[in-house]
Nanobody, 122 residues
Framework: VQLQASGGGLVQARGPLRLSCAAS????????MGWFRQAPGKERDFVAA????????YYEDSVKGRFTISRDNAKNTEYLQMNSLKPEDTAVYYC????????????????WGQGTLVTVSS
């Protein structure tokens, strides 16, 4: 099983960026999927999660209204559209597959992508 995150890069503040996470090895169409991020020297924090049907999504407060999580089960891929980026959004972003428990905890996820770096310049 492999999750491949992509789409990170350097972007100016207030700009957009779209991250993708492609899963291979098995289908995750029945799993909640999520995004986390880890800034330098900090813990890995919850960003967003989406139910397997895509009919419900959950966001960390600081990204509400700016980030949108989505998924395409036919492609076994999830996305994170990030708009109005701020320098404090700079982090390595990780996609993950939920196994149970609260969406906000890293321990609730059992498959992780390798991370993609997002750097927002002011």
């Amino acid at each position: 099983v492999q999750l491949q995150a992509s789409g990170g890069g350097l972007v100016q503040a207030r700009g957009p960026l779209r991250l993708s996470c492609a899963a291979s090895g098995r289908t995750f169409s029945n799993n909640v999927m999520g995004w986390f991020r880890q800034a330098p020297g900090k813990e890995r924090d919850f960003v967003a999660a989406i139910t397997w049907r895509g009919d419900s999504s959950y966001y960390e407060d600081s990204v509400k209204g700016r980030f949108t999580i989505s998924r395409d089960n036919a492609k076994n891929t999830e996305y994170l559209q990030m708009n109005s980026l701020k320098p404090e959004d700079t982090a390595v972003y990780y996609c993950a597959v939920h196994r149970g428990g609260s969406y906000h905890y890293t321990s609730s996820y059992n498959y992780w992508g390798q991370g993609t770096l997002v750097t927002v310049s002011s």
